[in-house]
């Protein structure tokens, strides 16, 4: 018993996800009295409702098993995962009484220490529950309810433990990155369909989050290669990039060390126009990322009412904690060597996570020294190289307008419905503008450090104070100096608060199965991505499951990409246009967007409340606009 609880791991006040009660601070090597559960007198024990979350490593089987009891935990009633555990009185307590060790702090995930009754207790991340109601021994050993089992043995016995436990190992070696990643892979009913998938599997079995793009898509496009076995080559074409450049970035920092970092560009296909996409910094950027977000901005571009190709591409470098000089250094590095594949006529670049106007300007001026003239621009009109205000807000407004017309065919409105929305960057704080001034109520926002909640609601003012923490790189817990009512939870995600729609933002992956648990137990009804692909496949067939309706990111966010190339029309200046024409010609461009999209899924047997009907149509219509290019282009 002393072993097995030697081996549990706890989770330190950074990783903690806050309830009602008072959160407690230990430091290391400081006794801690842990009281059990209920035991065999408690009439619920038999009846409750388990939460399960499968280990990467689960058979098909299994995994179809787990997601039952996924659904099964949305259906509990709130009441009933909001009240907590009650000791029966007269009944004798066992205490454990053990000693936080380092390692304890450092790498348990799914659980957090708390006081209720004045007694210090482990309780559930996920269900926020103690003692041993909130989880079944998953070996199906009954025998285990006849013991005096602690909390910390329930959850060393739970799923939930064993999923921490592996990400421990994987992480003890901390001076190297987890280079391992699973591949989770989904059964395709069509032979055609599936020889596709296998073939992008052999040859780039590494790339994982290319390949969970490639997946999405394959799925949708079942129905159009079974209907036309032409199309399978097609797309046999079209998953390959036209090119990909990596190329090294040496700079130097303020000390004079030298560094070197690796630049991606992909540029993925041109059949429909010259590409457009976006650029990454971030630590976490690779080629499997590259790919992936080129793929993905192909297909958005397929559906805006331009023609235009699709690039995605970026760095491995950190613009986090770096000078203003070592930033400018680093892009002029990285734009020595991309300058010679971009031009309005073959591939401009746009700003993505970690690049934003500072970021652009400094490549900017590198690329018009380099080529020797200011023929076009990488985010806004030609005459001014960071673009119009309007053309920044395009993205996110385009999320609510397309939000809207969601609601519009479900005979609702937006107006007053509770939104959840991740992130902090300029899509998320745009479609935060947008909400409050349609009169939802947009409660969340969040960082790489955990999420903020403002209960009330965010409007005009504390948005501008939002905006002012961010210019200035501050923690977003600097919000509650001014809104004490807020709440700030660190370690966290937004997606067990109550709402009606949630707007992730982040990146992608953001939400996994157990956020999807959580987005369900709080009742959300829609999901509107912002972020690039920002559920993992897990986690979408559990929202898919709940009839959750998703609208993907590749039909919510063309607006950005529609409204930047009018910028670079010769017949449209938007710096003439007013705020309402922009939104009136946005909302028209969303609109058709939409149309689009059911269209194509209902001629393909996807009905249109279906909760894939947008996901299933926007990729099939991106997909068709690209196929046609290609056939009439020949084997180019």
């Given at each position: 018993?002393n072993?097995?609880?030697?081996?549990?791991?706890?989770?330190r006040?950074?990783?903690?996800?806050?309830?009602?009660?008072?959160?407690?601070?230990?430091?290391?090597?400081?006794?801690?009295?842990?009281?059990?559960?209920?035991?065999?007198?408690?009439?619920?024990?038999?009846?409750?409702?388990?939460?399960?979350?499968?280990?990467?490593?689960?058979?098909?089987?299994?995994?179809?098993?787990?997601?039952?009891?996924?659904?099964?935990?949305?259906?509990?009633?709130?009441?009933?995962?909001?009240?907590?555990?009650?000791?029966?009185?007269?009944?004798?307590?066992?205490?454990?009484?053990?000693?936080?060790?380092?390692?304890?702090?450092?790498?348990?995930?799914?659980?957090?220490?708390?006081?209720?009754?004045?007694t210090?207790?482990?309780?559930?991340?996920?269900?926020?529950?103690?003692?041993?109601?909130?989880?079944?021994?998953?070996?199906?050993?009954?025998?285990?309810r006849?013991?005096?089992?602690?909390?910390?043995?329930?959850?060393?016995?739970?799923?939930?433990?064993?999923?921490?436990?592996?990400?421990?190992?994987?992480?003890?070696?901390?001076?190297?990155?987890?280079?391992?990643?699973?591949?989770?892979?989904?059964?395709?009913?069509?032979?055609?369909?599936?020889s596709?998938?296998?073939s992008?599997?052999?040859?780039?079995?590494?790339?994982?989050?290319?390949?969970?793009?490639?997946?999405?898509?394959?799925?949708?496009?079942?129905p159009?290669?079974?209907?036309?076995?032409?199309?399978?080559?097609?797309?046999?074409?079209?998953?390959?990039p036209?090119?990909?450049?990596?190329?090294?970035?040496?700079?130097?920092?303020?000390?004079?060390?030298?560094?070197?970092?690796?630049?991606?560009?992909?540029?993925?296909?041109?059949?429909?126009?010259?590409?457009?996409g976006?650029?990454?910094?971030?630590?976490?950027?690779?080629?499997?990322i590259?790919k992936f977000?080129?793929?993905?901005?192909?297909?958005?571009?397929?559906?805006?009412?331009?023609?235009?190709?699709?690039?995605?591409?970026?760095?491995?470098?950190?613009?986090m904690?770096k000078?203003?000089?070592?930033i400018?250094?680093?892009?002029?590095?990285?734009?020595?060597?991309?300058?010679?594949?971009?031009?309005?006529?073959?591939?401009?670049?746009?700003?993505?996570?970690?690049?934003?106007?500072?970021?652009?300007?400094?490549l900017?001026?590198?690329?018009?020294?380099?080529?020797?003239?200011?023929?076009?621009?990488?985010?806004?009109?030609?005459?001014?190289w960071?673009?119009?205000?309007?053309?920044?807000?395009?993205t996110?407004?385009?999320?609510?307008?397309?939000?809207?017309?969601?609601?519009?065919?479900?005979?609702?409105?937006?107006?007053?419905?509770?939104?959840?929305?991740?992130?902090?960057?300029?899509?998320?704080?745009?479609?935060?503008?947008?909400?409050?001034?349609?009169?939802?109520?947009?409660?969340?926002?969040?960082?790489?450090?955990?999420?903020?909640?403002?209960?009330?609601?965010?409007?005009?003012?504390?948005?501008?104070?939002?905006?002012?923490?961010?210019?200035?790189?501050?923690?977003?817990?600097?919000?509650?100096?001014?809104n004490?009512?807020?709440?700030?939870?660190?370690?966290?995600?937004?997606?067990?608060?109550?709402?009606?729609?949630?707007?992730?933002?982040?990146?992608?992956?953001?939400?996994?199965?157990?956020?999807?648990?959580?987005?369900?137990?709080?009742?959300?009804?829609?999901?509107?991505?912002?972020?690039?692909?920002?559920?993992?496949?897990?986690?979408?067939?559990?929202?898919?499951?709940?009839?959750?309706?998703?609208?993907?990111?590749?039909?919510?966010?063309?607006?950005?990409?529609?409204?930047?190339?009018?910028?670079?029309?010769?017949?449209?200046?938007?710096?003439?246009?007013?705020?309402?024409?922009?939104?009136?010609?946005?909302?028209?461009?969303?609109?058709?967007?939409?149309?689009?999209?059911?269209k194509?899924?209902?001629?393909?047997?996807?009905?249109?409340?279906?909760p894939?009907?947008?996901?299933?149509?926007?990729?099939?219509?991106?997909?068709?606009?690209?196929?046609?290019a290609?056939?009439?282009?020949?084997?180019?």
């Open positions: 018993m072993s097995t609880i030697d081996e549990i791991t706890l989770l006040q950074s990783q903690a996800r806050s309830t009602s009660h008072r959160m407690v601070v230990r430091g290391i090597g400081e006794e801690i009295d842990l009281e059990i559960g209920p035991g065999d007198d408690d009439p619920s024990f038999s009846s409750t409702t388990l939460v399960g979350v499968p280990t990467q490593e689960s058979s098909a089987p299994q995994e179809q098993e787990d997601h039952k009891q996924l659904l099964l935990a949305s259906q509990v009633p709130s009441q009933g995962q909001q009240q907590l555990v009650k000791v029966p009185q007269g009944k004798r307590k066992k205490k454990v009484v053990k000693k936080w060790r380092e390692e304890w702090a450092d790498t348990y995930k799914w659980a957090y220490v708390d006081v209720h009754e004045g210090t207790r482990i309780f559930c991340s996920v269900c926020r529950e103690y003692g041993r109601k909130h989880r079944r021994n998953p070996y199906g050993n009954e025998g285990s006849n013991m005096q089992m602690s909390a910390l043995e329930e959850h060393n016995n739970s799923l939930l433990h064993k999923e921490a436990l592996r990400l421990q190992m994987a992480s003890k070696d901390k001076g190297l990155p987890v280079i391992e990643k699973s591949v989770y892979v989904k059964a395709l009913m069509s032979k055609s369909a599936s596709v998938l296998e992008v599997l052999r040859r780039d079995p590494h790339e994982v989050e290319f390949i969970q793009s490639v997946q999405e898509v394959v799925h949708s496009l079942e159009v290669l079974v209907k036309n076995s032409q199309y399978v080559h097609i797309l046999e074409r079209l998953l390959e036209e090119r990909a450049l990596i190329f090294r970035v040496p700079w130097v920092d303020d000390r004079g060390e030298t560094h070197v970092n690796r630049g991606f560009r992909v540029q993925f296909s041109q059949a429909l126009g010259p590409c457009r976006g650029l990454r910094f971030h630590p976490s950027m690779n080629l499997s590259a977000l080129g793929f993905e901005q192909t297909l958005r571009n397929a559906l805006s009412p331009f023609k235009l190709g699709g690039a995605g591409g970026g760095s491995d470098f950190d613009p904690g000078s203003e000089t070592e400018m250094r680093f892009c002029q590095s990285f734009m020595d060597e991309l300058y010679k594949y971009l031009g309005p006529d073959e591939d401009l670049p746009s700003e993505d996570m970690g690049v934003g106007p500072r970021e652009m300007g400094y900017f001026g590198q690329y018009r020294r380099l080529a020797g003239h200011f023929q076009g621009s990488f985010t806004g009109p030609r005459i001014f960071s673009g119009s205000t309007l053309r920044t807000e395009a996110g407004y385009g999320l609510v307008f397309f939000a809207r017309l969601v609601l519009a065919d479900m005979n609702k409105e937006l107006k007053g419905l509770r939104c959840v929305i991740s992130g902090a960057g300029k899509i998320a704080m745009h479609v935060l503008e947008k909400l409050f001034s349609c009169g939802a109520i947009p409660i969340t926002i969040s960082d790489s450090k955990g999420y903020l909640l403002d209960e009330d609601g965010f409007d005009y003012v504390k948005l501008s104070f939002l905006r002012d923490i961010k210019v200035q790189q501050k923690s977003l817990r600097d919000y509650l100096k001014s004490p009512r807020a709440k700030y939870f660190e370690g966290a995600k937004p997606w067990s608060e109550q709402c009606d729609i949630a707007f992730p933002c982040a990146s992608q992956n953001e939400i996994d199965q157990p956020d999807a648990v959580a987005l369900i137990n709080s009742g959300c009804q829609i999901l509107i991505e912002g972020s690039t692909m920002p559920c993992t496949p897990q986690a979408f067939d559990v929202l898919r499951k709940a009839n959750i309706l998703v609208a993907p990111a590749k039909t919510a966010s063309a607006g950005g990409v529609a409204v930047g190339e009018l910028e670079l029309s010769h017949e449209c200046n938007l710096m003439q246009w007013s705020p309402e024409d922009f939104e009136a010609k946005l909302q028209e461009m969303m609109k058709q967007i939409h149309e689009k999209s059911l194509a899924a209902s001629e393909y047997g996807c009905m249109k409340d279906s894939e009907a947008l996901v299933h149509g926007g990729n099939i219509c991106a997909f068709l606009n690209l196929a046609h290609l056939i009439d282009q020949g084997c180019v």
